[in-house]
């Protein structure tokens, strides 16, 4: 009787060892609800285990969920349970990582379930990463400043970085993101305050750098999701977000003075504001001075627009004719070409029809000047009645500066030029006025590579009367 006893023991012991548990459970170290917009990690640690997270969702709500196994034979699982204990949504993978995007079909209580993906109760084992975000009311976000960079890190690969921004309809955005180090293959998401995703707006790459332009069609705070695109890789990375018709990070620019500045990494921008009234003409020169820089400019008006632009993959990027056709607040940006260079630049934008820190060349005076660095150029100003005669000569005294002089009238039009290729050559110019008033002389060089020095003259001017023949009534 006792070795029956003990028997039926045994079996009992066997029975009990091969019931696989169908109720969720859960790691003392597992958290209870789930953690929006934070990477968890946790483990299915016996055979046929369910562990259960429970969160709250608003009906619409839009969620983004990612699960990776990192150890073990363990093939991730999970659904989400509705508040009716129905399939909202679901996926498995047999190999490291499974997502899914899912909307709240009503408002209540949610479970999500992890466990291993072969048959109902599973047999593998292992860690998982498991990250989950609402992108219609998103947590763990950090705030986007317009034209200020953002430093970022994926540490896990199934991992998310949550931003917001706040937006106005018709605002033309421009977002880059860039890799530092690692090997991860950034992508951006962009979610409007409903959870949709702005395709036109979103980008990804397989390479180091991606970009987009865009136009925002509704007022609203909206989001954005960085992290690896094949979901695969890890590491650093900027993001910039910037407007182009109010653009943030900006810095006055003072016509007529150099600036001296740098495009210290890949896809940084310089932006400089300046008032401009209509009929405005301007003369704009971009020189890369170091580093490897191609240098790039556009100017946008308040609509964030460009009315005038130019690049170069050389060194030089000039527009000597840019007009202004409405009056308002521009802005000039500066940057890299292909937004992957970095470099030291120097930067000059004068107006032809009203310069600013021009010199004043007074009839019969000579004045010294120096071109002091490639596509440099020196402002004058003089003045002159209608049918004056205008003499001006200039003369190289060092250098290997190839002299061009450029005259402008009142308008800021083009009306006279003269230049030289021969090395520290002297030139003459003379040009009868139409227009009382004064006009804007530029000193350059020819080729925009040569620096030296030089006198300008210009001669005394001469007058010259016009006589109408009188007519009989």
């Known amino acids: 009787m006792l070795g029956i006893v003990r028997t039926l023991a045994l079996l009992l012991s066997i029975v009990a060892l091969l019931v696989i548990p169908t109720s969720p ?10 953690p929006f917009g934070e990477v968890f990690t946790c483990s299915v640690s016996t055979v046929g285990e369910i562990d259960e997270y429970a969160f709250t969702a608003a009906v619409n709500d839009r969620f983004f969920f990612r699960i990776s196994r990192t150890s073990g034979d363990l093939d991730p699982y999970f659904l989400i349970l509705d508040p009716q204990n129905n399939t909202l949504c679901s996926n498995y993978t047999y190999n490291d990582t499974a997502t899914a995007d899912c909307t709240a079909n009503r408002s209540g209580n949610y479970k999500l379930r992890i466990r291993d993906a072969d048959g109902q109760t ?24 317009y034209g200020t960079p953002v430093n970022g890190n994926i540490s896990d690969i199934i991992q998310s970085n949550t931003y917001t921004f706040v937006a106005q309809q018709n605002d033309q955005l421009r977002l880059q993101i860039v890799r530092d180090s690692g090997n991860i293959d950034p992508y951006f998401s962009v979610y409007n305050a409903q959870g949709s995703e702005l395709d036109t707006c979103s980008n990804y790459t397989y390479s180091d750098y991606a970009y987009r332009n865009c136009t925002i069609n509704a007022d609203g705070t909206y989001t954005i999701l960085t992290g690896d695109t094949g979901i695969d890789g890890t590491g650093s990375y900027s993001l ?19 600036i001296a500045a740098t495009i210290a990494a890949p896809a940084e921008s310089d932006v400089f504001d300046i008032n401009l009234a209509v009929n405005d003409k301007l003369i704009i020169r971009l020189l890369a001075s170091s580093g490897n820089l191609d240098p790039q400019w556009y100017l946008t008006n308040s609509a964030g627009t460009a009315v005038c632009d130019t690049y170069s993959y050389g060194t030089i990027a000039i527009d000597d004719a840019c007009t202004i ?28 029809n009203a310069p600013l820190q021009a010199l004043l060349l007074s009839s019969g005076q000579t004045l010294n000047g120096n071109l002091a660095a490639n ?68 000193v350059a060089d020819s080729d925009n590579e040569g620096v030296g020095d030089y006198t300008v003259r210009l001669a005394p001017l001469l007058s010259y009367r016009v006589f109408v023949p009188l007519m009989r009534r």
């Not at 790691?27 to 789930?34: M, R, W």
């Not at 910039?240 to 150099?258: I, K, M, S």
């Not at 056709?325 to 032809?352: I, K, M, W």
Request: include cysteine; charged fraction near 15%; glycine fraction near 10%.
């Open 25 to 34: 459970v859960n790691a003392a170290n597992c958290p209870s609800t789930v």
């Open 375 to 442: 596509a440099d150029f020196n402002t004058y100003t003089l003045a002159a009645l209608t049918g004056s005669k205008v003499n001006l000569t200039l003369d190289c005294t060092a250098g290997q500066m190839q002299a061009w002089m450029r005259l402008y009238n009142p308008a800021g039009l083009l009306v006279a030029e003269r230049y030289t290729y021969q090395v520290c050559g002297d030139l003459e110019l003379t040009y009868t006025s139409t227009l009382n008033g004064a006009y804007t002389l530029i």
């Open 122 to 145: 599973g047999n593998g084992t292992g860690n998982y990463s498991f990250y989950a975000q609402r992108v219609n009311a998103v947590d763990n976000a950090s705030t986007i400043i």
């Open 240 to 258: 910039r977000v910037q407007r182009y018709n109010a653009p943030g990070g900006t810095v006055p620019l003072e016509l007529g003075r150099p």
């Open 325 to 352: 056709n409405a009056s308002g607040r521009y802005s000039l940006f500066v940057e890299d070409t292909g937004d992957t260079n970095t470099g030291d630049y120097r930067l000059l934008v004068q107006r032809l």
